[in-house]
């Protein structure tokens, strides 16, 4: 089955240390995104890929971090700058970066930060 | 600048009643647009999109939305709604012009009842 997948699905981390969390899509899609959900708020933009070994920063790019060395895989660093970890990320793809196409969505991580 | 609003941030109705999800947009050119469903502790599921053509569009579990230039609504009804239609629902609008950005409103959470 074509898809994304999360992982973990749960996480936990202490204060002061870098988590990464990972991002894997067998869709064949060019475009991958990573968002941060936290309640009453919607969903929100760290990072974007339209293409290997490139991406760029969304709204709220500030103590994470990102690489994209595969099509397949878009991992997520969440780095001890990040003030305020605890959310519930989600990651998508779409087949380009142009608006027309939808987002397909993982089943997201869900981060808590002791 | 380019915004998304959700009126009411949750919404009961009873089972078999009308479903009825607003959604407004601002934007200088009309936008696509998107209706995503989120079951608890998932990612987000494409319901149903506008990019160009008939404005009223239909999407799965019976859902449809009307793409309303003059009023700049994208709101999403179901006749009768059911137990499973309960979730949170997303609207999200992407420019089609310039550079790449989806805005998700905050969501709406809906609630049936018995």
């Known amino acids: 089955d074509g898809g994304i997948t999360q992982s973990p699905k749960y996480l936990f981390r202490k204060e002061g240390q870098n988590v990464t969390l990972s991002c894997e899509q067998n869709l064949n899609h060019d475009a991958m995104y990573w968002y941060r959900q936290d309640p009453g708020q919607g969903l929100r933009l760290i990072y974007y890929s339209q293409i290997v070994n490139d991406f760029q920063k969304g709204d709220i790019a500030e103590g994470y971090s990102v690489s994209r060395e595969k099509k397949e895989s878009f991992p997520l660093t969440v780095t001890s700058a990040q003030k305020n970890p605890t959310a519930f990320y989600l990651c998508?793809?779409?087949?380009?970066?142009?608006?027309?196409?939808?987002?397909?969505f993982g089943p997201g991580t869900r981060l808590t930060v002791l | 600048a380019q915004s998304v609003t959700q009126l009411g941030s949750h919404v009961s109705v009873s089972e078999g009643a009308l479903v009825l999800l607003r959604c407004n947009y601002s934007s200088s050119v009309p936008p696509y647009l998107f209706w995503y469903v989120q079951y608890p502790n998932q990612g987000l599921q494409l319901l149903l999109k506008?990019?160009?053509?008939?404005?009223l569009v239909k999407g799965i579990n019976g859902f449809e939305a009307e793409f309303k230039k003059s009023e700049t609504s994208f709101h999403l009804t179901k006749p009768s709604a059911h137990m499973s239609d309960a979730a949170e629902y997303f609207c999200a609008v992407t420019l089609r012009t310039g550079g790449f950005k989806t805005i998700f409103g905050a969501g709406t959470r809906l609630f049936v009842k018995a």
């Open positions: 506008y990019t160009t053509g008939a404005t």
């Open positions: 998508a793809s779409s087949p380009g970066l142009a608006g027309v196409y939808e987002q397909f």
